[in-house]
Every structure is written in structure tokens, then in C-alpha cells.
């Protein structure tokens, strides 16, 4: 047995070949599995349709890795499915604020919007999701929707026809559902 000098009790340190750089990378390595677990398991439970327990695990991926958008994004749909359309507002800029780019975040934002009864906003929204991703056909749609409840029928009418065009080139199921929208 060795025994080492200035160790209190005399033991070693544990994994004493090991650099303590790569401990501590280690270590990091745990809490982004810890991360990752956490945003996983989320996602899991928000898909089981257990949200309340989804949101509190979002929270809890959000105490390690506050500046990932996509758990922000994920708190934000989870959110508005609980009704809770404020906080998922919250959640969506958030997502935006640190990705602009997370079109998927300013597209649920603006269906939110659209929910609250909120069309200028959400039309606002739907055109910087758009910006982002020109052939979204449910941004069409929704743009659409939010146009029509504002009464602006043409305006609607033309997002509707475009929602109806990228439908059938990306999701060719939709297009004669969006179809049904527009006027005669």
C-alpha cells in the first residue's frame, strides 16, 4: 500500500492518472447527457401527451443548457397545449431570440397569436416564418386564417392559394383540404 504525503487519511486521490483537464471534461460530459436525457424525455412525455410533467422537465433541460432554443421551442408547444398561450409566447421568443432562424417558432408563436384572437401579430409572425422558409404551406394557411379573421378576404384568399401550391409540392394530402378555403 502507498501511502501519499499531504492526502488527509493518507489515501490517494481517486483516478489520480487521470488529468484533472479531462476530469473536468468529464464532467461535462455527464451534464450533457443529463441535458440530453432531460430534453429527450420531455419531448417523450409532451408526445404521451403528459404535458405538465413535459414542461417541468423542460424546465429542468433549461437549468443546464438555458441558450438551446429548441427546448425553449418544445416548453412553448407544450405550453400552448395546456392553454397556457401567454407562457408559450414567452417560450417562442425566447427560441427566437436565440435562433431567428427557428421558423418553427415563429410559426407556432403566430398560431398562438392567431388563438388569442391577437391577427395582426400572428400575421406578423407567420410572415418571419415565411421569411425563413418560403414554401411552408401551413404558414400559408395560418397566414390565411389570421387574414380572414382580420376580414382582409383577398389577402387570405391569395396566402390560401399559395398554401395550396407548396401543399402539393410538399405534402400533397393538404392540398384539398387548403382547397376547401378558398372562395369560389
Known amino acids: 500500500m502507498t501511502i501519499s504525503k499531504g492526502v488527509p487519511g493518507g489515501k490517494q486521490r481517486r483516478n489520480q492518472h487521470i488529468p484533472r483537464k479531462f476530469t473536468a471534461a468529464m464532467s ?3 451534464l450533457i447527457t443529463v441535458f440530453m436525457t432531460l430534453y429527450n424525455r420531455g419531448y417523450m412525455l409532451a408526445d404521451r401527451d403528459l404535458q405538465k410533467e413535459a414542461v417541468a422537465t423542460f424546465n429542468d433541460a433549461l437549468n ?11 416548453k412553448g408547444v407544450t405550453l400552448s397545449r395546456l392553454g397556457q398561450n401567454e407562457e408559450a409566447i414567452a ?25 388569442l384572437g391577437r391577427n395582426e401579430e400572428a400575421v406578423a409572425a407567420f410572415d418571419k416564418a415565411l421569411e425563413i422558409k418560403p414554401d411552408d404551406h401551413q ?5 390565411g386564417n389570421a387574414l380572414a379573421h382580420l376580414g382582409h378576404k383577398k389577402e387570405a384568399a391569395a396566402a390560401y392559394k399559395k398554401a395550396v401550391h407548396f401543399s402539393k409540392m410538399n405534402k400533397p394530402s393538404d392540398s384539398n383540404f387548403i382547397r376547401d378555403k378558398l372562395p369560389n
Open 28 to 30: 461535462g460530459i455527464t
Open 64 to 74: 443546464i443548457g438555458p441558450n438551446i432554443y429548441k427546448v425553449w421551442y418544445n
Open 139 to 143: 404558414s400559408w394557411y395560418s397566414k
Open 91 to 115: 417560450a417562442f421568443d425566447k427560441a427566437v431570440e436565440i435562433n431567428p432562424q427557428c421558423h418553427e417558432a415563429w410559426y407556432h408563436k403566430g398560431c398562438t397569436l392567431d388563438d
